[in-house]
């Protein structure tokens, strides 16, 4: 699966964007959806997930009640609303595809390539 993720731009603390993540090639359907975010100088780290049906999501504490990760089946997309966004959010976000068993973690396999969000102060 190809994703394609936009969305990204520059915006003031406190703000809000939204960002999608296109797939082509399979249905995303097919697979649990997630969004990670890497800062300048710091590794990758995972933000949020979303099961193949919607019915399961995950956070990490950092975004909780701040950010909602949604999908939509019938346009092959995956979002990610981001409210309430502080300096520290700052970074580009990749979009992914992969699997998430019942009981298990979700893991990813298929990268879109990053977009960019600064949050200015």
């Known amino acids: 699966v190809q994703l394609q993720a936009s969305g990204g731009g520059l915006v003031q603390a406190g703000g809000s964007l939204r960002l999608s993540c296109a797939a082509s090639?399979?249905?995303?359907?097919?697979?649990?959806g997630g969004w990670f975010r890497q800062a300048p100088g710091k590794e990758r780290e995972f933000v949020a997930a979303?099961?193949?049906?919607?019915?399961?999501?995950s956070y990490t504490d950092s975004v909780k009640g701040r950010f909602t990760i949604s999908r939509d089946n019938g346009k092959n997309t995956v979002f990610l609303q981001m409210n309430s966004l502080k300096p520290m959010d700052t970074a580009v976000y990749y979009c992914?595809?992969?699997?998430?068993?019942?009981?298990?973690?979700?893991?990813?396999?298929?990268w879109g390539q990053g977009t960019l969000v600064t949050v200015s102060s």
């Open positions: 090639g399979r249905t995303f359907s097919s697979y649990a």
């Open positions: 992914a595809a992969g699997q998430w068993t019942i009981g298990g973690a979700p893991t990813f396999g298929s």
């Open positions: 979303i099961s193949w049906s919607g019915s399961r999501t």
